[in-house]
């Protein structure tokens, strides 16, 4: 069976400072991967996807960037972290073989102090 | 641009009761796929249920169901028999296919508070 992997689960880091966070996914291959920020009280925003090792497709411009080094390793980076980057992140997978709902990792909390 | 829209930012239901939280959408798209995500405070996104657009039939799962009106653009979920457990953030979502991949639209999400 599949499973997905986040971490660190909670992160507090000065502003200023980098960040890396890591997503794994095991038991597929070539999936497709997500990145999501989740405000407090608030609906998922897309950040970044992916549909292969090296291939990052930007949704929105923000401090923030993504790389795919494996093809089920997904990172979400930032070489100064800002106030507004605190959040709960997501990473999601998807099956490139015709299955149709995305599935969550447990998430990352972080807080820029 | 697609768009999800759940208007109730908060529901509450007594346990063993029936409660319906509703979603409606915004696609000239005619082939797609909805889904309902449920958050608990543990904030793992967990999968509910799945509809496909091409299906008429609603969509089933146990407790949960759904009533999918596509030409209103409308996709509620039904909780039968509520239980303790149901209390969470339940999340609509919009699947789209677009830039050589599928992309999710999710609503602002309602909060379900079951009592006991």
């Known amino acids: 069976s599949q499973t997905i992997h986040q971490w660190p689960a909670t992160l507090v880091q000065p502003v200023g400072s980098p960040l890396s966070l890591e997503c794994t996914v095991e038991?597929?291959?070539?999936?497709?991967l997500y990145w999501y920020r989740q405000a407090a009280g608030r609906g998922l925003q897309l950040l970044f996807y992916?549909?292969?090792?090296?291939?990052i497709s930007s949704e929105v411009p923000q401090n923030l960037s993504a790389s795919r080094p494996q093809d089920r390793q997904f990172i979400l980076s930032s070489k100064k972290l800002l106030l507004s980057d605190s959040g709960f992140y997501l990473c999601?997978?998807?099956?490139?073989?015709?299955?149709?709902?995305?599935?969550f990792g447990p998430g990352t909390r972080l807080t820029v102090t | 641009a697609q768009t999800v829209t759940q208007s109730q930012p908060e529901m509450s239901v007594q346990e063993a009761e029936t409660v319906t939280l509703s979603c409606t959408y915004d696609?000239?798209?005619?082939?797609?796929?909805l889904f309902w995500y449920k958050q608990p405070p543990s904030r793992q996104m967990i999968l509910v249920i799945r509809?496909?657009?091409?299906?008429?039939q609603n969509a089933t799962e146990n407790r949960f169901s759904v009533n999918f009106q596509k030409a209103a653009k409308s996709f509620s979920l039904k909780i039968s028999d509520s239980q303790l457990g149901d209390a969470a953030m339940y999340f609509c979502?919009?699947?789209?296919?677009?830039?050589?991949?599928?992309?999710?639209?999710f609503g602002t999400g309602t909060r379900l508070k079951v009592l006991a």
């Open positions: 979502a919009y699947r789209t296919y677009t830039s050589g991949t599928y992309k999710y639209i």
């Open positions: 509809q496909e657009a091409y299906k008429q």
């Open positions: 992916s549909v292969g090792i090296g291939q």
């Open positions: 999601a997978w998807r099956s490139g073989q015709g299955y149709h709902e995305q599935y």
């Open positions: 696609t000239s798209e005619s082939d797609y796929y």
């Open positions: 038991g597929t291959s070539n999936p497709n």
